[in-house]
């Protein structure tokens, strides 16, 4: 047994870790590097929700609305942020306009089914 208490160097358990003093307030500074390279913001695309109003509200507004989505995902590659917003407003009254189209599309062809009833079509 002495010989295995010899070879492992046993020490108590404290509760606290030991204090290092690591002074982590201030970051190393690189030289030559005084400020990273900004990253321009991303204006949004509004792809998603393009190709949900191209599937199922209004295909031929859907279209477009895709169309203008991809054109200010190409905008924020480039970095043109002026036709990039511009491409989004389009892109989002586009949305909009598919959506309200899709809904009243939905409602001109279901109300007269609930209010005449499904077993007369002469309605």
């Known amino acids: 047994m002495t010989e295995l208490s010899e070879s492992i160097d046993l020490q108590p358990i404290t509760s606290q870790p030991p204090n290092h003093d690591l002074d982590v307030s201030s970051q190393p500074v690189i030289p030559g590097y005084s400020e990273l390279p900004t990253v321009p913001s991303q204006v949004t695309d509004y792809l998603p929700l393009s190709l949900c109003t191209m599937l199922y509200c209004c295909?031929?507004?859907?279209?477009?609305?895709?169309?203008?989505?991809?054109?200010?995902?190409?905008?924020?590659?480039?970095?043109?942020?002026?036709?990039?917003?511009?491409?989004?407003?389009?892109?989002?009254?586009?949305?909009?306009?598919?959506?309200?189209?899709?809904?009243?599309i939905t409602l001109a062809t279901v109300l007269p089914k609930i209010f005449c009833g499904f077993e007369h079509s002469n309605c």
């Open 59 to 104: 295909l031929p507004i859907g279209i477009f609305a895709v169309l203008y989505s991809i054109r200010v995902r190409e905008a924020n590659l480039v970095g043109d942020q002026t036709r990039a917003q511009r491409a989004s407003r389009i892109a989002c009254v586009l949305n909009v306009l598919a959506g309200i189209f899709g809904v009243i």
